[in-house]
């Protein structure tokens, strides 16, 4: 089994930076993704950015140029999010597609999120 682990969030001004990490546990043969995603009150939950094996990062338009993803070579991703907005208020979920054995196909993992409140 398989568990995520998020940190970081908290309450910060507009044009601060916060620093979310998702610790993995478990067993894990390979992530071949992971990312995070965010929801907001009375909206559904939306990618806002992932990193897939190789390097190769996605990024929501609201945040391209302002949030960076990351991840290191122990799983864990990190997401730096720097001129924070209002907007980005909302819980942020970590997410992570892994295979705990080389036969097995993925499975889909969530964290329980963690709260980002940007006031103005």
């Known amino acids: 089994q398989v568990q995520l682990v998020e940190s970081g969030g908290g309450l910060v001004q507009a044009g601060g930076s916060l620093r979310l990490s998702c610790r993995t546990s478990g067993s894990i043969f390979i992530a071949n993704s992971m990312g995070w995603y965010r929801q907001a009150p009375g909206k559904q939950r939306d990618l806002v950015a992932v990193i897939r094996s190789g390097g190769i990062t996605n990024y929501a338009d609201s945040v391209k140029g302002r949030f960076t993803i990351s991840r290191d070579n122990a799983n864990t991703v990190y997401l730096q999010m720097n001129s924070l907005k209002p907007e980005d208020t909302a819980v942020y979920y970590c997410?992570?597609?892994?295979?705990?054995?080389?036969?097995?196909?993925?499975?889909?993992?969530w964290g329980q999120g963690t709260q980002v409140t940007v006031s103005s």
């Open positions: 997410n992570a597609r892994i295979r705990s054995t080389w036969y097995e196909k993925d499975t889909e993992y």
